[in-house]
């Protein structure tokens, strides 16, 4: 599936806009992320759910955490990879 961009006039499929979405998500996480977020993790998708954006796409609690929980995975394996060097 492809997506015109409203001013480029560029084609962008659907699966990059999904690939720079995810990396710019982890870009965040590694560098706001702390610990102590984890607790506020629900409660945060809780609010992110009610945002119009989220509730177009019928995002559910289950599907958002999912979500978030293989970021932050694939962001802490990232960390410890460069840990490890």
Same mark, same amino acid.
């Given at each position: 599936?492809? /997506? ?11 699966? /990059? ?5 995810? #990396? ?14 984890? #607790?506020?993790?629900? /409660? ?10 989220? #509730? ?16 932050? /995975? ?12």
């Amino acid at each position: 599936m492809r /997506r015109k961009k409203e001013k480029g006039g560029e084609n962008i499929e659907e699966a /990059r806009i999904n690939l720079i979405a995810k #990396q710019a998500f982890k870009a965040h996480l590694r560098h706001e992320f702390s610990l102590r977020d984890i #607790q506020k993790i629900k /409660r945060n998708i809780g609010n992110s759910l009610k945002e119009p954006e989220m #509730q177009k796409i019928n995002v559910t609690k289950e599907e958002a955490l999912e979500f978030v929980s293989i970021v932050i /995975r694939e962001v802490f394996e990232d960390l410890m990879v460069t840990l490890e060097k």
